[in-house]
């Protein structure tokens, strides 16, 4: 396919290894922010092909790994109700609840449908008139234009039997807040290029200079993520802090401008819990005072803040980057994708089902 | 979840920039995909596409980008040495 196929070419990954190499004379700790970017890397052993001492360490960026358990109670509940039809993204059906999870409450006769875009959701909506659809809406900036038109299109039809329960989370305060945490050790990012295809990267400017962190916008290819690991560390060894564009094909400074306008309209900034993290300020989208109609929880009752319910699961520490998912006792053991403990081996993006899926075997062995 | 999947327009219908579709193909299959967020997107344009949501048209010129800054780097490489210093 092309456009993905050349940036996997091995001949011009070695190059890339090869200038990283000669770039670095001493050992530095980078971020990748992405879900994304951990699986590429972990599937085409990128950090394997690093000097040793550069550490790739894997970020929150995984929408269904930081969705807090309340949310998905919320979630079970609505669905749960006679006469509605909750549509989800797949990755989200096996997300532990306080009790359980969507595919459990599906098992049990709950209709809930995995749809592929939220504008399938309208679709249903439209086709059952008498029964109360609701769009459970997780994702990051890349998937809040597309979730925010599903809204919308409802408004403007006048579809009243449509809502969403919007658990959107934000990118750049969580890099704010890693990059404030005490224990920091994360000296450059590698920023999520499909988060700043659509909002651009101004705002990562001021970060930059504020923490003096490199942070570089980097595609998803072994190419991309080469390149961004090689533009990071030379601004590292040459003692700069500046945001640079790695995905050029596809991030403008400026974003995707249509999508923010509607992002704008539907949605408005809120705080917002992170599983395993805990709450960051104006951290999420909910739904705006215009289309508050649309907001399931206006509906169907808020969500209850609850804890997280007590686990040998160290998915927190993974999402913040402290541990690897190799170091927890239970990796490969008690936690698997079949039976999993937390959100970091449930999502296919998740750190640890990316090591469970691409390096079990030799773990396991070695 | 942010994955977005590269694909090529083939045709384009609708007049009202918010229902707007395309038919794009990814290496042989065709989807029907918004360009609600891509109005500047063509027939042969190559879109990065996300939960059924054109996202970008990928711009062609500084995707090859990345094979310049390469052959750069084996100049560089060739003209200092294994271990040359960087230049920048």
Redesign the interface.
Known sequence: MRFRDEYRDPEAVQKLVGAIARATTRPWTLMEVCGGQTHAIIRYGIDELLPAGVTLVHGPGCPVCVTPVDHVDKAIEIAGRPDTILCSFGDMLRVPGTNGDLLGAKARGADIRIVYSPLDALVIARANPSREVIFYAVGFETTAPANAMAVYQAKREGLRNFSMLASHVLVPPAMRAILSAPRNRIQAFLAAGHVCTIMGFEEYEPMAAEFHVPIVITGFEPLDILEGVHLAIRQLEEGRAEVENQYRRSVRRLGNEPAQEIMRQVFRVVKRRWRGIGEIAESGLGLAEDYRGFDAEARFGAVVPREEPASECISGLVLCGDRKPTQCPAFGTRCTPDHPLGVTMVSTEGACAAYHRYRGVALAAG | ??????G?VLTISGDDP?MRVARVD??GIVKEI?L????EAAVGS?V?V????S??V???A??E???E??AE??DI?EELG???E?T?
């Open positions: 979840m942010c994955l977005a999947v590269p090529r918010i990814f290496g918004s609600a967020y891509t109005p190559y990065l996300h939960v059924g949501f996202i970008t990928i711009d062609e500084e995707a980008r990345v094979f800054y390469l780097i084996s490489e294994v271990r040359g960087r920048t």
